[in-house]
């Protein structure tokens, strides 16, 4: 590993032995770095899927890639409001289809609080959950709108709940407020 650093930056040998452990973590610094700037993200693809997700300010700070997927991470804060928006870019069908690129979207989130309370909207094509809870005690969660949906995502639910509400998805989706019943817990026979 020497040898190659050494070749590659035309360092002597003995500067290297004393800073090898930088000049490994500059160079992948550098590297990584580089990559990050050579990143394009069409916002159009993901405007398709949800019109409110603009193009401007966006921070990209993570980025995972699997065979034919590449999964971002991208943060952005805009006076009190922070937004996280996780999407993932499907390189091709398959090796024998190569096609257009496709986007689809993980997580688009907004945050943002006033005197006495925090909020926290998540969307995908529509708004998927949206609560409040007072500043003070954040688990203190109030749902506008998605509370069930909320609870089969997160793991809140049990087994059997989590199968009735993927059975109900579309009507339970929809309904809004806080004080709802629980889903039930055992099986119809």
């Known amino acids: 590993m020497k040898k190659l650093l ?11 032995l004393k800073v090898d ?3 490994i973590f500059i160079i992948l610094f550098i590297s990584c770095s580089s990559h990050q700037k050579n990143i394009t993200i069409d916002f159009s693809k993901l ?7 603009d193009e401007a300010g966006w921070k990209v700070v993570k980025t995972e890639k699997w065979s034919n997927t590449i999964e971002y991470t991208l943060q952005k804060k805009e ?3 922070n937004e996280l ?3 993932q ?5 398959s090796i024998f289809n190569p096609g257009d690129v496709k986007y689809g979207l993980v997580i688009f989130q907004k945050k943002f609080k006033d005197k006495k309370f925090g909020y926290v909207v998540s969307f995908g094509s529509d ?3 949206y609560y409040k809870y007072y500043l003070d005690r954040p688990d203190s969660m109030i749902f506008i709108v998605g509370k069930y949906l909320y609870l089969a995502y997160y793991h809140k639910l ?3 709940q989590k199968m009735y509400f993927f059975a109900h998805k579309d009507s339970l989706k929809k309904i809004r407020g806080n004080d709802l019943p629980d889903l039930p817990n055992e099986r119809k026979k």
């Open 6 to 16: 050494k070749l590659f930056l035309g360092i002597k040998n003995h500067t290297l």
């Open 21 to 23: 452990k930088k000049y």
């Open 47 to 53: 405007r398709k899927i949800n019109p409110i997700i």
């Open 79 to 81: 006076k009190d409001t």
């Open 85 to 87: 928006l996780v999407f």
């Open 89 to 93: 870019k499907l390189l091709y069908d």
């Open 127 to 129: 708004t998927n959950y």
């Open 158 to 160: 049990s087994k059997v």
